[in-house]
């Protein structure tokens, strides 16, 4: 089983629609999350922190279930702007300090 | 503008050439990371420096040599890399290895394309 699993898409979606991604990872001692947004051909930057309590950013929305080991990332009213790819990232504390697993993403194509 | 810079941003060496990527941050951090990501698979983890001590080496292949002379910088030097190597090498950077808040996030460099032929 991967440690971090995605839905690599693509996932085809008109302006304006809500879309959901799910993520799933393995280690129950993983400790902090994120989504990374991830352009083509451009490095990764941090579209926001997943907290347990749920968090919103403007049209963004993260969640977490530690239970079911499953975190997700909600986008309302999509933008052109959206399509990306967006990286589930799952942070694990050892020995060596903070260990991050990335997932290898789920691709959205927003279009008109 | 980017707080993390890498060069070259494309590079194109034999299987017998020596060359090194060059990584560069200016926030501050005191860990810097080398990542590799190839196409359809997730990034992976190469090596972590944490004030300057290297931390991690992800079963990195001795082809692939790091160096991080101080905090701020951080080099990969390539010798007799397969054309397998191939992919992106981005660094990365956060203020430091250890903690677990979400604070501690880590920040990319654009990255350098590296094709082995």
């Known amino acids: 089983r991967k440690e971090v699993e995605q839905d690599p898409g693509p996932f085809n979606v008109p302006e304006g629609a809500t879309v959901a991604f799910n993520c799933t990872y393995s280690?129950?001692?993983?400790?902090?999350f994120f989504w990374y947004r991830q352009d083509c051909r451009k490095e990764p930057k941090l579209l926001m922190s997943?907290?347990?309590s749920g968090n919103e950013d403007g049209r963004f929305t993260a969640q977490l279930n530690r239970a079911s080991q499953y975190i997700s990332l909600l986008i309302r009213d999509s933008k052109l702007s959206d399509s990306a790819t967006y990286l589930c990232?799952?942070?694990?504390?050892?020995?060596?300090?903070?260990?991050?697993?990335f997932g290898t993403g789920t691709q959205l194509k927003v279009e008109l | 503008e980017t707080g993390v810079t890498q060069t070259p941003r494309h590079l194109v060496m034999g299987m017998t050439n020596k060359k090194s990527l060059k990584c560069e941050q200016h926030?501050?951090?005191?860990?810097m990371y080398w990542y590799k990501q190839s196409a359809k698979k997730p990034l992976e983890l190469m090596f972590v420096?944490?004030?300057?001590?290297?931390?991690e080496n992800n079963s990195v292949p001795s082809r692939f040599s790091p160096e991080c002379p101080n905090s701020s910088h951080l080099f990969l030097h390539l010798h007799t890399l397969q054309p397998e190597d191939s992919a992106l090498y981005l660094c990365?950077?956060?203020?430091?290895?250890?903690?677990?808040?979400?604070?501690?996030?880590?920040?990319f460099g654009e990255g350098s394309w590296l094709t082995v032929v």
């Open positions: 990365a950077s956060s203020q430091d290895a250890g903690g677990t808040t979400a604070g501690n996030t880590i920040y």
């Open positions: 280690n129950s001692a993983s400790q902090s």
């Open positions: 997943v907290y347990s």
């Open positions: 990232v799952v942070n694990e504390l050892t020995g060596g300090g903070n260990k991050l697993t």
């Open positions: 926030l501050g951090h005191n860990a």
């Open positions: 420096y944490n004030f300057k001590e290297q931390t």
